[in-house]
């Protein structure tokens, strides 16, 4: 009997010393609301990588100051012919950049967006 006392204070003390480790832990994840902060995203490049692709490069201002990107960073490709077509990639045109700033929630803090739509 003083055994079976011993292994149950034993497996109650060991669960206590776990859950009181968790306890403190911030809990990552959602849900999570962001304030998006619009910006101009103006091409200023356009370069042949290879016979039907290019690499497009931009130049965002916001709140930082200025930074340079590039369209195979947000889409993880360059862009097609047909992409440069249809978006009317040139240099001089301007893009919407989006940087969203966690209001709420243990998500990131910051993430980033390229829309290929005109900048209003």
């Not at 097609?80 to 969203?100: C, S």
Request: hydrophobic share 30%; proline share 2%; glycine share 4%.
């Amino acid at each position: 009997m003083k055994l079976l006392f011993k292994s149950f204070f034993g497996i109650i003390l060991f669960s206590l010393l776990l859950w009181s480790c968790k306890s403190n832990e911030i809990t990552e994840g959602g849900p999570c609301s962001y304030r998006t902060i619009t910006s101009p995203a103006t091409v200023i490049s356009v370069d042949r990588t290879d016979s039907v692709t290019n690499e497009i490069q931009f130049r965002v201002e916001n709140e930082n100051g200025l930074d340079t990107i590039s369209y195979r960073t947000y889409f993880s490709k360059y862009a097609t012919d047909a992409e440069v077509k249809k978006y009317e990639f040139k240099v001089g045109a301007i893009f919407t950049y989006e940087t969203h700033e966690i209001v709420k929630g243990t998500c990131s803090p910051y993430y980033y967006s390229l829309k290929l739509e005109k900048y209003k």
